[in-house]
């Protein structure tokens, strides 16, 4: 019963848990975003923080 239960291995684990709220406009353009790139709503926040990470190191 104390056995870890294993997954897909990977070189960048996905161990951070974050809770957000949202109005209903965010998260009816986070599904519509999700839908047309055909990944988890969690994969679409994951690219809009590096997109926006990446436009500040050009300022």
Request: aromatic share 2%; net charge positive.
């Amino acid at each position: 019963m104390g056995e870890k239960k294993l997954g897909r291995p990977t070189n960048n684990p996905k161990d951070i848990v974050l809770k957000i709220r949202m109005d209903k406009n965010t998260n009816d353009k986070l599904i519509k975003c999700s839908e047309e790139m055909q990944a988890p709503k969690a994969e679409v926040v994951r690219q809009g923080i590096h997109k926006m990470y990446d436009g500040l190191k050009k300022k």
